[in-house]
């Protein structure tokens, strides 16, 4: 306490321009340290990815779900830093993509520190599809789709939407398109890859009956997806809080509304699920509560929290019904993750121009929003379509029936995640 | 070890209930000899399987005429005795096979017991695997659905796709189709492999790949639980 008076009188009796300087500093380091903060909770996300798509898939591709978590990070963490974060941030005269800022080196500390919380982003974005293609897909192709959506796919919408960091613009960030902190960005992005992917992939073996019924084929573990969830839920208060960049007074607003809309989303799924069905599942819920935070990314800083709860209720709701539509058109998601990402990302930017504060219902903002959600989609689905091809045809995408029969996790990484109580698996790995 | 004890009781009293069941069934068909090489040939070969697994023992039983003819009853025959009342049951014929099988050294063997006896002491361990794993699998679905008959006909109409010997897709098609009863020597493992992998996929697709993958679970457990699967394991073919 002593030290604190002391502390405090010193920098009174410093000149004036000191004082100025000192509490720019200080807001700096507050800026900083939030930014790696968020960034670091945007990061942990990746585990809540990693055991939600584990616990969704069976025990025979566990290993194999979390690997690709795991090596998706790391892959999409250096080809950021190596194209990704130029393109998407550096400078843009066109407005079409970022021209410098590649292996950023030699930079300013806040250039860092930006890398940093954005790297986290990207791996996000990326790390969508992985959820979507699971039990099926072959572990080269996947790293090489997931590294080119980071390092392209992501970066170049994201040039649009938010602009350089440095100098020029995004065209769609000139037109006053909304996405305070990517739903269209980020996660419409990631769920139209995964969409791409799964048309590309095709069915897990016997998803779909001979008859064309659709049949549920359940995780291993629900636990890890509900923990999961939360651990998402968690990451989202650095994903969208830290979206400021800055240290500032409006975090409380955007995580209150964060957490009231994943709230609902939750509550909407259930009261569909209620409403549809009558079996209130907890995988739903959970989807739910994500597609809530998914459709509050893009106006958590800017809607009031009523609209926030509007916002999440119908994300909640729109999950259930996307999942039906895709599987009536025969579409095997593993996890849910285009509607909970690409259908909910694109209901949350509709409802960012609709329930902007103080302007609410503006027909001009709303349809700025409908630019910014289409151009995703026609840019992001048509590439991810013809990579995912590409693959197939050059490297290989599906596996074989017989290793889906034996299991990824041996017929790709030959361990197990549960030697002592997997009785089930009976495979000796790849011959 | 009280558990294990009570276990195997129960385990004792399954297997004497069926041998009642199948002597009860065959008894109308077959002379008493060939009736006791049947009877060997299940408690040898099928006692620790499931009840329901017949199809493999009337196959084997039924290969030659005029039993053929006979193979469609002499399976509902033992159906109905496995699974109706223990009164409509004979008594436990166990005393009757071990005298007929301490006599059998020296004596003319009757035709089933020759084919029975030929053919387990030519096939190759994992030849029987194969058969095991295979027909244990097809009985488990039929249990759930009725598909066993498709998943066959399927298989033997892609047989061409799998093996390039000709005599040997011949042999397979027939044992496929129920005409023999047995597996010559001339199968490769790969070969097994595909062919089960071929019934495993169509499984998933008519039932669903998580019955799928624990039927297949519990065919090749009963399989490892068999003597021969100490010289070739069944999960050689998985």
């Known amino acids: 306490m002593p030290y604190r008076g002391v502390a405090l009188a010193l920098f009174w009796l410093l000149p004036e321009s000191s004082h100025a300087a000192e509490a720019g500093d200080l807001?700096?380091?507050?800026?900083?340290?939030?930014?790696?903060?968020?960034?670091?909770?945007?990061?942990?996300?990746?585990?809540?990815?990693?055991?939600?798509?584990?616990?969704?898939?069976?025990?025979?591709?566990?290993?194999?779900?979390?690997?690709?978590?795991?090596?998706?990070?790391?892959?999409?963490?250096?080809?950021?830093?190596?194209?990704?974060?130029?393109?998407?941030?550096?400078?843009?005269?066109?407005?079409?993509?970022?021209?410098?800022?590649?292996?950023?080196?030699?930079?300013?500390?806040?250039?860092?520190s930006l890398l940093f919380f954005q790297t986290m982003f990207a791996a996000t974005a990326a790390t969508i599809a992985s959820g979507a293609l699971a039990e099926r897909t072959r572990y080269g192709g996947y790293l090489v789709a997931s590294t080119l959506t980071t390092a392209v796919i992501y970066p170049v919408y994201g040039s649009w939407a938010w602009g350089s960091l440095y100098s020029g613009s995004g065209w769609l960030k000139d037109m006053g398109f909304v996405?305070?902190?990517?739903?269209?960005?980020?996660?419409?992005?990631?769920?139209?890859?995964?969409?791409?992917?799964?048309?590309?992939?095709?069915?897990?073996?016997?998803?779909?009956?001979?008859?064309?019924?659709?049949?549920?084929?359940?995780?291993?573990?629900?636990?890890?997806?509900?923990?999961?969830?939360?651990?998402?839920?968690?990451?989202?208060?650095?994903?969208?809080?830290?979206?400021?960049?800055?240290?500032?007074?409006?975090?409380?607003?955007?995580?209150?509304?964060?957490?009231?809309?994943?709230s609902s989303g939750a509550i909407g799924a259930m009261l569909g699920m209620a409403l549809l069905g009558g079996r209130i599942l907890m995988t739903n819920t959970i989807n739910g509560s994500i597609a809530g935070l998914v459709a509050i990314t893009a106006g958590c800083a800017t809607m009031e929290p009523l609209y926030a709860v509007m916002t999440g209720l119908v994300a909640g709701l729109l999950v259930l019904i996307g999942n039906a539509f895709l599987e009536k058109i025969r579409l095997d998601d593993v996890v849910g993750a285009v509607s909970v990402h690409a259908f909910a990302g694109v209901w949350g930017t509709v409802a960012a121009g609709m329930f902007y504060a103080g302007d609410l219902f503006d027909p001009n903002r709303i349809w700025v929003q409908f630019i910014g959600i289409a151009a995703a989609f026609l840019w992001t689905f048509p590439v991810a379509l013809i990579m995912f091809w590409l693959i197939s045809k050059v490297i290989g995408l599906r596996a074989s029936t017989l290793d889906e029969a034996r299991g990824l996790d041996y017929t790709e990484h030959y361990e197990i995640g549960y030697p002592e109580f997997q009785l089930e698996t009976l495979h000796q790995g790849k011959n | 070890m009280a558990a294990d004890l009570n276990s195997n009781d129960a385990l004792d009293v399954r297997v004497a209930r069926n041998r009642r069941a199948i002597y009860t069934g065959l008894k109308p068909f077959l002379a008493e000899d060939e009736l006791m090489a049947a009877l060997?040939?299940?408690?040898?070969?099928?006692?620790?399987?499931?009840?329901?697994?017949?199809?493999?023992?009337?196959?084997?039983?039924?290969?030659?005429?005029?039993?053929?003819?006979?193979?469609?009853?002499?399976?509902?025959?033992?159906?109905?005795?496995l699974f109706g009342p223990d009164e409509a049951l004979d008594v436990d014929p166990l005393l009757q096979i071990e005298r007929w099988n301490h006599g059998r050294d020296g004596m003319a063997a009757p035709a089933l017991t020759k084919h029975v006896m030929a053919g387990k002491s030519s096939a190759k361990p994992s030849t029987l695997i194969f058969e095991s794993v295979f027909e244990d699998f097809l009985h488990l679905i039929e249990e759930r659905q009725p598909i066993s008959l498709q998943i066959r006909n399927y298989i033997d109409m892609h047989l061409g796709k799998v093996l390039s010997n000709g005599p040997v897709s011949v042999q397979v098609s027939r044992w496929l189709r129920g005409k023999q009863p047995r597996l010559d020597n001339g199968l490769e493992v790969a070969e097994m492999r595909t062919i089960l992998h071929m019934a495993y996929v169509l499984a998933c697709e008519y039932i669903g790949p998580t019955a799928a993958d624990q039927m297949l679970a519990q065919a090749v457990r009963h399989c490892e639980t068999q003597e021969l699967a100490r010289q070739f394991s069944p999960r050689e073919l998985l």
């Open chain 1, 27 to 112: 807001q700096a380091s507050m800026d900083t340290v939030w930014l790696i903060t968020a960034g670091a909770l945007v990061f942990f996300m990746q585990a809540g990815f990693a055991l939600l798509e584990s616990g969704m898939a069976r025990a025979k591709n566990t290993v194999n779900v979390i690997m690709k978590n795991y090596v998706d990070a790391c892959l999409g963490a250096i080809a950021f830093w190596m194209v990704g974060y130029g393109l998407m941030f550096g400078i843009n005269p066109s407005g079409w993509f970022g021209q410098d800022h590649f292996f950023l080196g030699d930079a300013e500390h806040l250039d860092y």
């Open chain 1, 179 to 262: 996405d305070f902190a990517g739903s269209t960005v980020v996660h419409s992005v990631g769920g139209w890859v995964a969409l791409a992917g799964i048309i590309v992939l095709g069915a897990r073996l016997g998803r779909f009956g001979p008859d064309g019924a659709s049949r549920t084929i359940q995780g291993h573990n629900l636990p890890s997806v509900a923990l999961g969830g939360f651990i998402l839920w968690l990451g989202w208060f650095g994903f969208n809080g830290g979206s400021t960049t800055a240290a500032t007074t409006n975090i409380g607003l955007i995580n209150l509304n964060t957490h009231i809309a994943a």
């Open chain 2, 40 to 81: 060997s040939l299940w408690q040898a070969r099928y006692s620790d399987g499931p009840a329901y697994a017949l199809h493999g023992f009337v196959n084997e039983i039924c290969a030659d005429e005029p039993l053929r003819q006979m193979r469609n009853d002499i399976h509902r025959s033992l159906r109905q005795a």
